[in-house]
DNA sequence: ATGGAGTGGGACATAATTTGTCTATGGTGG
DNA sequence: CCACCATAGACAAATTATGTCCCACTCCAT
């Protein structure tokens, strides 16, 4: 049943659209009748003329009938409306979180696969195919690609084709190697992808905590002052978003900082950021690279985390996140999004 | 309460539509792949904008992918067309067609597939396949098979494949050669048939129209007479259906015998019966191997043809048919027998 | 090597459709 | 009777689909 709807939607991927589209017009039929167009156009938000097509394809299928009275539902619509009710819940379960989520969070886009990637690896994998899926569809021509560690990006890493290497692509870690297992460090991952992808990367290790001596000093290197000024310039950021305290430990910080984090009551981390529930900065890992207050001037950021577990994480995060913000998460996640 | 298609087909009448011809699109290209978009739109009968429009969706959704030499299905592609095979099957409502056939031509079971012969060469392929998994489906331990000529049947021995042989089989044509082009000729085909599926055939050449003291002498011979005793214990025919002025003039029959034809009113042809649309037997091309009561011995008789035009041949012979017949045929015969 | 027939992609004028907006006309209810 | 809300008609503007070229390129058979 799901797949039904699923092989459709591959071929006509506006099919849950229309569907409910036409359901919310019968739906409002049904609630305000004898209804007239312009009351029931203004109270849809679709313009006169638009409803008018739609409820003249609706007549002609016999779901409505229409009387200088205004319109009814007929027998049959009301019987079709009834049908649809329960298979409507089900279909667009997903797409209604989708938009839910993206006004509650304000940012750009949300995109939700099913499942919860606590339980199954399966979805952390699905996570990196709409992740794929999603950079092919943003990016045009050259672009600079920028981004973090994380197992999560890893299984992004994973799942990229030569396809999406078609256009013109440079990976850059966002930031200086911070402290995770070679795996899933920012410059493993980037290598990754750009191999994937038949394109290039830059490499960019820089010790984690550094005075600011040795920044400026650091800065000055002619190596990295141009990955830092490539990386500035990408068109592209791609980060996860971690628990705050796994990802402290993950990164066997001090045990000062870790009762930091937990006294101030982080809970997100991304960038090496970390924040607390109100999405205020409570801690950074001092490192070169991209800045939070960075993404603003990026056209494309992509935050992928999924699973029940990381909900408060990207909640939190959210709270500072720039407006462009694409979100891929699952379904985990988002249920819980919505519940709190 | 209805099924998810059948709310569809009340909503979404227009998407189904288009859905449906994505779908064939797609399937043209499984087929001919690799294909370029001219020789596909005239193929398909769409203008060459149209299609184009229709093929950069399809690349868009990553299912057909497109490179200087053509366009081919990706392996997305593939999965989603297996995938919509069925869907479509409902879509179009074939398998109430089928029984809806079934019962009206009295016969064992109908199987429809989608498509038109007369437009596609490729639904006759079609045809084939149907037909070869139906013969697996019906053989059983050894098995003689026994087949008539005709492009149709000449379709059919084209997409036989070893898997099918795996059982004991032995082919042999039914009657004697029917003077058509070596091409279609039972003979001809029964060897490709033992040749695709890794099994024995036997020849069977007798001249078309004999005198009753030469059918005497030549029955006696011990090689025809074998034949015809392996002919007469078949366990599975294989026959085509034609139209009978076609298949008059492709035997080059005399003009008597076409004029017979005509002021009979003959519109069906099989084994070298021809048959007026009552089903009564017109006229029949004297010679040896399997008549048309021994039919009525044989456990599976398996009758293929497809295609608009042959609605009425097919319809004229079902008269006669015996009842333990398989008819397989396509969408667009079966659409013009429900008609009449 | 060479010409021809195939390929995809670009371009563009034109046709067709969708859309926003306004008007005419006619019932309904106070 | 009048104000109000109803549908249907109309139509220009905007948008999209469509038909038709042409071009450069790649095979393949000669």
Redesign the pocket.
């Known amino acids: 049943m799901q797949s039904l709807i699923d092989i459709q939607k591959r071929l006509l991927p506006d099919l849950l659209q229309v569907l409910h589209k036409r359901y919310s017009i019968l739906r409002h039929i049904g609630f305000m009748q004898?209804?007239?167009?312009?009351?029931?156009a203004s109270n849809l938000g679709?313009?006169?003329?638009?409803l008018?097509?739609e409820?003249?394809f609706l007549?002609e299928q016999n779901l409505v009938s229409?009387?200088?009275?205004?319109?009814s539902l007929t027998s049959e619509g009301k019987n079709l409306l009834e049908d649809l009710e329960g298979l409507i819940r089900e279909l667009i379960g997903i797409d209604v979180m989708e938009l839910e989520l993206k006004h509650r969070l304000k940012i750009r886009k949300v995109i939700i696969v099913p499942g919860n990637s606590d339980e199954s690896l399966m979805v952390k994998e699905d996570l990196g195919k709409a992740c794929a899926f999603c950079m092919k569809k943003y990016l045009t021509g050259k672009n600079i690609i920028a981004v973090t560690g994380g197992s999560t990006m890893a299984a992004v890493a994973n799942v990229l084709t030569p396809e999406i290497g078609k256009k013109e692509l440079l990976f850059v870690p966002a930031r200086g190697g911070i402290g995770e297992d070679v795996q899933n460090q920012a410059n493993t991952i980037s290598s990754i992808m750009s191999k994937k992808t038949n394109s290039k990367h830059r490499v960019f290790y820089v010790p984690d905590q550094v005075s600011n001596e040795i920044y400026q000093s650091l800065i000055k290197e002619p190596e990295i002052h141009e990955v830092l000024n490539l990386i500035k310039s990408a068109s592209m950021v791609l980060h996860g978003i971690g628990d705050a305290i796994t990802m402290a430990e993950r990164r066997n910080s001090k045990p000062e900082i870790m009762q930091k984090l937990v006294t101030n009551g982080a809970v997100g981390e991304a960038f090496g950021y970390y924040f607390n529930e109100k999405g205020e900065i409570v801690h950074k890992v001092l490192t070169i690279g991209l800045q939070l207050e960075d993404l603003a001037q990026i056209p494309n950021v992509i935050a992928v985390a999924g699973g029940t577990s990381k909900a408060k994480a990207i909640k939190a995060y959210m709270k500072k996140a720039p407006a462009s913000t694409i979100l891929i998460t699952d379904e985990g996640a988002a249920r819980m999004l919505l519940k709190g």
């Open positions: 004898p209804v007239g167009r312009r009351s029931l679709y313009t006169e003329r638009v008018r097509s409820v003249d007549k229409i009387n200088n009275i205004g319109m």
